[in-house]
């Protein structure tokens, strides 16, 4: 599979690296340009490549990782994503600093939003319910498999997800659509922050 990623910070290397470990292709892009992450193509290696937002958003899976104030701006130029399957692992702050804010999106859920900005795409709610320090180490343990909460309105697209992070060592865990699943699973829900394994 070929993997795009819409930011570069530590949550879409994480993802990358697990990608690569089992012979994926990953195409990186920010919003700096390609020639910024050269240095970090170099250290993951030939499966890896930097590339405009536009060319990773050609990939055959997508990823977003970009904070969330700056996600109306990466996908602005990217026209319609008619079937590709999006991931998005955003979650809600307004702002960090001085104290963290979630954004007021109303009756939305934040991945309800994220759809509405990227027309044609079949979104995935995954990964945001993780710190980073926690997506990248290998998710098998001896006691179990970190589990991976994902949601989403598209069942093919959810299958994609589950069957690439299975492969990666998670344990997905299907809790729905964007709006049920993805409510538990954003910031101010039960499922935020909580890290969880399965026993095999």
Known sequence: MRIGTLGAGVIAQAIARHAIRHGHEVVLSNS?????????VKSLGPLAAAATPAE???ADLVVLA???PRIPEAVAKLGRLDGTVVVDATNQFASLSPTPEIADLGDLTGSEYVASLMPGARVVKAFNTLFAQYIAPDPRHETGRQVLFLAGDDADA???VKDLTSEF???PVDLGTLREGGRLMQL????SALHVLKQD
């Open 188 to 191: 101010g829900g039960p499922l």
């Open 158 to 160: 959810k299958n994609t």
């Open 66 to 68: 970009v904070p969330w």
């Open 32 to 40: 700096r340009g390609p020639a910024s992450l050269a240095p970090l």
């Open 56 to 58: 990773a958003a050609a």
């Open 169 to 171: 060592g998670f344990a």
